[in-house]
């Protein structure tokens, strides 16, 4: 009997949700408060991406402030400019688009597009890895590495309806922090190897079961959605290249948006582009980091034309660790630096402007002296996609998806 | 140590080594494992490697100039010949000037469109299809070196009697790692920059290790610092260019201190100026050897420099020698290189105790790093922790190759791989290395990676041994019943392998 009672004990502190389902009430009456969720049950099954920029995007770079008196003198010989052959593209009186990124210029038309500008979390050191574990872990400080905020948003979620059901997806050899968890996960990346008999497959998993129950976890999940990626794209699955080239986004992006598309398939994903982290020859509208944005925009176009009629239900957003120096510095990059930009895409998005209290980039109006100061909480921002999206209610993602962020509401009117 | 005598012989090979070999090697290891352990390191130059195809880093860098300088002058040439051609077409008749055009919109080792008939393949099946027709071009020198230093890193890791030294190696130059993807110029350096920097300080000192890294022409093009200028420099006055600080945040967050262990901004931007002119003599050769570490004064920021509260009056590269002496140096340092050291080889959670403990040694032995390793083989912790951690890509292709006694001829055959699993050697996706956790390496696509890339392996073996017996040379009395029993009834030889190789005694360490 202790056994047993050790066991349920045990789950309980894995799955918190299930314990807040069966003590009933809370869960009642969240209910009660969420229309959205009543829909959901029918015809409205929605979708999630997360796409994280190792590395650092440059968001100056990537969103000009053109209308900012500073910003040509800051970003001296990368800044962009609507003159010339490689013309930015105008976002509206102030801000212009990296013109590396056509496609999002015409999603941002369409008004399914939106930029988030002078954009952070919470953490104000300049440490790639502290900072991607802040943005991924979605806990206020570094150092803890357990669980990412979307995993825990998908624990979150009352279990039962599709999107829990599905669980999430990892693109990728190696699941992206913000998605690792208790909550189910399945993995995928394009694939060069043919696949292992079923029965050795088996045996491999009643080994694991009797003697490593952890690996027979993962395998398990590992082994699942190679199904569904078979089904659904065949042989067509061999690498075009690594997360920091245009075909490995493209590619990254299609395999995921082809699984999310699936009845069966997972409605929650995350993806990692890396290389961001242009300390020399950064290049402005040409060059390697218009040809990493470029990537990103391919990402955006895969995205749409995978998904099909799923696409209007669907929200991408893409996030980086901070930002870079206003200033260019001696070597024609940028050094770490705070704020920075999020991009938003997808047909549940009410897109067509740039959202920014901006700060200004005169010295004084700088953060420390040296970066675009961060005036909008980037958590603000996911916590309105995850409400609006799924309906989560703020006091679960004040509690459980972003721990002690009670000051920080969320964004609302970012899904039409 | 009151354990099964096989058990700890696995757990020195397992833990501290790429795995057994089963060639006696865990009867060895299980009479005396500490001592198994502290023998291997005890062979005079352990950790060294070398050979005829393993260049200096001038020399290496002295071979892609080159390289690059043939390569120019073949543009120029097909430049003008291209302008001449045009010159001619535009004083030619009609008839040739279609020939030209004709000519020219052909690529080299291509059919002629149009002569295709109407049963030729389609061009997605024509990629797949093997092409006799021309040998593949040879490889740029930076892979072929990159592929030379591979392969010696591969072979002396599968061979090694117990692969406690490479073990070391790869930890270390993770640790302060340059990666192979950013560059030409870092693909051609990166297995010298590890022979160089790395191999000869794992059983040495810290700060010459430190010092070593922070100096080599592979670290300094990597983050860098070799572009990085002081802005009161004789360069920098004439110039527009000025600091890059990548390398100084990282020596202090990543190399040292750690990124709680007490440092600013400003101590980031302060050594930033101290390491100006820390560089490599470029192709002209005119400062020294061409590819060669050199300290250029004349982009030196002048003047003493303020950094963790101590003032560093010296001139020139003294500078720089003494500020890593000062954070090679810190008991921050001493704690982050004890915690990471304990997190490698021991658990994804350390206790306390143990980084305790290893950090009092680093200190009280100045940084030696022979000391340190001692510590950890003699901690209890070591022998009584579970084999918990998960193999990394490149840990496990080792332990396979060394359980199914393969030395791979060439690096294509584990590089191919390393790739596919997210592992590419010497190429991380940032300067903080590879991940060292259980959570990164046992990944659902990672797990079912491995099982593929296992019955691959197993079903193209030639003569595959017989499972069982297999098992028991590699494990003995180590092997859990379960896995005994999947490996003795599976259906073939074959799949009897794939099981052992995939059983929890291979993927755990």
Request: aromatic share 6%; with cysteine.
């Amino acid at each position: 009997m202790s056994h047993l009672h050790d066991g349920a004990r045990g789950s309980s502190i894995l799955h918190p949700s299930r314990r807040l389902l069966l003590t009933g009430s809370g869960a009642l009456f969240a209910w009660a408060h969420m229309p959205k969720f009543a829909h959901a049950a029918g015809a409205r099954d929605p979708r999630f991406v997360v796409i994280v920029l190792r590395g650092a995007l440059d968001g100056l770079s990537a969103v000009a402030p053109i209308g900012d008196p500073d910003y040509a003198g800051l970003h001296g010989p990368i800044a962009l400019s609507l003159a010339g052959d490689h013309a930015a593209l105008p976002l509206d009186s102030f801000f212009a688009l990296n013109p590396a990124m056509p496609v999002f210029a015409r999603l941002y038309a369409a008004k399914q597009a939106a930029v988030i500008h002078a954009v952070a979390t919470g953490y104000r050191e300049r440490s790639h890895f502290d900072g991607q574990d802040v943005l991924e872990s979605g806990m206020p400080k570094p150092g803890f590495v357990q669980s990412g905020w979307l995993n825990r948003a998908l624990e979150a979620m009352p279990k039962g309806e599709r999107v829990s059901l599905k669980g999430g997806l990892g693109v990728g050899p190696a699941t992206p922090l913000v998605l690792r968890g208790n909550a189910p996960v399945v993995g995928w990346a394009p694939q060069t190897l043919p696949a292992a008999g079923d029965d050795l497959a088996m045996r491999v998993m009643d080994l694991y079961r009797q003697a490593d129950p952890h690996l027979a976890k993962v395998m398990g999940e590992g082994l699942d959605i190679d199904k569904i990626a078979m089904r659904e794209m065949g042989e067509d699955t061999k690498p075009k290249g690594g997360a920091d080239s245009v075909a490995g986004m493209r590619q990254a992006a299609q395999g995921a948006a082809k699984l999310m598309a699936a009845p069966d398939g997972p409605r929650i994903a995350a993806l990692a582009f890396d290389g961001w982290d242009t300390h020399a020859n950064e290049g402005g509208a040409t060059g390697r980091l218009a040809q990493l944005l470029s990537g990103l925009d391919g990402a955006f176009e895969e995205f749409e034309k995978a998904l099909g009629p799923q696409w209007n239900e669907t929200a991408i957003i893409a996030i980086t660790e901070f930002g870079r120096t206003a200033k260019v510095n001696g070597t024609t990059g940028t050094d770490h630096g705070t704020g920075t930009v999020a991009f938003l895409a997808g047909g549940a998005i009410k897109g067509g402007h740039v959202l920014a209290d901006w700060p200004g980039l005169r010295p004084e109006q700088l953060y420390e002296n040296r970066d675009l100061k961060p005036t909008t909480d980037l958590r603000a921002v996911l916590k309105g996609l995850l409400a609006e999206q799924f309906g989560l209610s703020e006091a679960v993602l004040k509690d459980r998806v972003f721990p002690e962020t009670g000051g920080v509401k969320p964004m609302r009117g970012l899904i039409s | 140590m009151a354990m099964n005598p096989d058990k700890a012989g696995f757990i020195a090979l397992t833990r501290f080594g790429y795995g057994p070999r089963g060639d006696g090697d865990l009867t060895a290891a299980a009479s005396d494992p500490r001592g198994f352990l502290k023998a291997e390191l005890a062979q005079p130059g352990i950790a060294l490697l070398a050979g005829p195809s393993l260049p200096r880093t001038p020399i290496a860098l002295q071979t892609l100039f080159a390289d690059q300088v043939a390569k120019k002058a073949e543009r120029d040439r097909l430049e003008k010949e291209k302008a001449d051609m045009a010159a001619a077409a535009a004083a030619a008749p009609p008839a040739m000037m279609q020939a030209v055009a004709t000519a020219s919109m052909e690529k080299p080792g291509m059919e002629k469109p149009g002569t295709a008939s109407m049963e030729a393949p389609r061009p997605q099946d024509m990629m797949q299809m093997p092409q006799p027709q021309k040998p593949p071009p040879p490889p740029s020198p930076e892979q072929a070196v990159f592929k030379a230093e591979a392969t010696a890193r591969l072979r002396r890791a599968v061979e090694s009697r117990a692969g406690f030294a490479e073990r070391l190696v790869a930890f270390w130059s993770n640790y302060f790692c340059v990666s192979a993807n950013k560059s030409q110029f870092a693909r051609i350096t990166v297995g010298a920059f590890e022979r160089e920097a790395i191999r000869p300080h794992v059983l040495g000192r810290f700060s010459d290790m430190l010092f070593a890294v922070e100096s080599h022409p592979s670290m300094l093009h990597y983050l860098d610092n070799a572009q990085s200028i002081g802005p009161q420099s004789k360069a920098g006055i004439k110039s527009k260019r000025g600091l890059n600080e990548n390398l100084a945040r990282e020596i202090m967050e990543l190399h040292t201190l750690g990124v709680g262990g007490g440092y600013s901004q400003d101590d980031v931007t302060s050594l930033a100026r101290v390491l100006t002119g820390w560089t490599s003599v470029g192709a002209n050769g005119k400062e020294g050897e061409a590819g060669a570490f050199f300290f250029n004064a004349d982009t030196h920021e002048p003047g003493a420099q303020t950094l963790l509260g101590k003032t560093f009056p010296q001139d020139g590269m003294q500078q720089g020698e003494a500020v890593l002496i000062e954070l090679a140096r810190r008991p921050a340092t001493a704690h982050f290189i004890a915690a990471k050291f304990a997190r490698h080889f021991i658990a994804d959670q350390p206790s306390d105790a143990l980084i305790h403990r290893l950090a009092g040694v680093f200190q009280d032995t100045d940084g030696d790093l022979k000391a340190l390793t001692f510590a950890l083989v003699d901690s209890d912790e070591a022998w009584n922790t579970p084999l918990a951690k998960m193999r990394s890509p490149y840990e496990f292709l080792i332990a396979v190759h060394r359980a199914t006694d393969h030395v791979p001829e060439d690096a294509g055959q584990i590089l191919g791989p390393l790739n596919v699993m997210g592992m590419p050697l010497w190429a991380p996706p940032g300067p903080n290395g590879f991940a060292d956790s259980v959570g990164a390496w046992a990944s659902p696509e990672g797990m079912k990676l491995r099982l593929d890339l296992v019955a691959q392996y197993t079903a193209k073996m030639k003569d595959p041994p017989n499972p069982s017996d297999l098992l028991d040379a590699l494990c003995g009395g180590a092997a859990s019943n379960e896995t005994r029993q999947a490996v003795a009834h599976a259906e073939s030889r074959q799949q009897g392998l794939a099981l052992l190789l995939m059983s929890p005694e291979l993927q755990r360490r």
